[in-house]
C-alpha cells in the first residue's frame, strides 16, 4: 500500500498539523455514527502531540482512546505508557474521553492481555485511528524483530485482541494490539521524529523480510495508505 510523507520544519509544526488532522476525523466519525476511537502509541515522541490534542474541540465525550502496545507495569510506573498518556493527552478538554488501557492487574502478563482483550471489544472496529510509532531496530508496536510472538502478531489471519510480546532489549514483557486489529483503521499515522528515523524508514520500504524490520508489514500490508508525519 502506498504510503503518504508529510514533512515539517519542526516537531512543534507537526504536532499541531496531526492533532488538526486527528481532531477532523475523530469529529466526523462521532457525526457520521456517534462515536469515534482511536489507538495511540507510547514513548516520547508523542507528547507535544498529546499535548495540542488535548485542548481542540472535539466532542470528547464520545470518544474512546486506547494504546496499541503497553508494558506490563502499572499506571504508576514511569515507563507505563498509561502514565503518558494520562499526564499529556488525558488532560484539558480531552478528559472527558473514555480510556481502556491495556495493562491489568493479572497474575502474568498472558492472564493481563486475555482481560484487555476483553475489555477493548467494547470498542467498535475497525479503529477510526490508528498513530504508530517506530523504533531505530524497524520495530512498530511492540512488534520487536525476534520478538516471542512475532509471527503470530503480524499474521492477519490471528484474531484481532491483544497478544504478549517479550524481545531483548524491550525491557520488561509486552501487550500489543494484533497486527490485524490494526490494519483496518480509517486513518493509519506512522509519527516518527529525527533524521535517523528517516533513514530507518527509507530501509524498510525497500525490499528485504518483514520479520526483520515489522513496519514493512504496516507499510505493506495497511488497507489504507499510511500517512507519514516527519519532523527532523
Known sequence: M??????????ADLAGSLADKVASTLSAAIAARGTASIAVSG???PKAFFQ???TRDIAWDKVTITLVDERFVPA??????????????LQKKAKAARFLPL???????E?????????????????????????????TASFFPGGSNL?????????????????????????????????DAALLVLHIEGEGKKDVLAKAEGSGDEAEMPIRAVLRRATSPVEIYWAP
Open 111 to 139: 492472564e493481563a492481555a486475555s482481560v484487555a482483550t476483553e475489555k477493548t471489544r467494547a470498542i467498535s472496529s475497525p479503529f477510526d485511528i490508528v498513530i504508530l510509532g517506530m523504533g531505530g531496530d524497524g520495530h
Open 151 to 183: 509471527a503470530t502478531a503480524l499474521d492477519p489471519s490471528t484474531p484481532r485482541g491483544i497478544i504478549t510480546m517479550e524481545a531483548e532489549g524491550a525491557g520488561e514483557p509486552r501487550l500489543t494490539f494484533t497486527f490485524s486489529s490494526l490494519e
Open 103 to 109: 495493562y491489568q492487574d493479572a497474575a502474568s502478563v
Open 2 to 11: 502506498a504510503s503518504t510523507l508529510h514533512s515539517f520544519a519542526s516537531a
Open 52 to 54: 495540542a490534542l488535548s
Open 76 to 89: 504508576d510506573n514511569p515507563r507505563s505508557n498509561h502514565l503518558l498518556v494520562d499526564a499529556n493527552l
Open 43 to 45: 514513548g516520547s515522541t
